[in-house]
């Protein structure tokens, strides 16, 4: 099986999107924005990469970690 899943990526034009990630978290991309999406399953580890705005949801899981990366800081 894969250590890191395929990359999920959701993009957002002129509207809001709203979906669902694997394990469970919701994010609400913002219009004008975009997401990469990728789980690692030896590090037990969620990585994002976020070009724009995003909020995020987080489903817990005590023994993983959820990370967003960004293009820069506000």
Partial sequence: YL??????????????VVDTLPGGSTV??????????????????????????AYFEIEKESDQSFIVETDGLF
């Avoid at 250590?3 to 809001?16: F, G, K, M, N, V």
Wanted: aromatic share 4%; glycine share 2%.
């Fill in 3 to 16: 250590i890191t899943s395929p990359p999920t990526e959701i993009a957002a034009a002129d509207l809001r």
């Fill in 28 to 53: 609400v991309v913002n219009k004008k924005s975009a997401l990469e999406y990728r789980y690692n399953r030896i590090r037990k580890e969620h990585r994002v990469k976020l070009r724009g705005e």
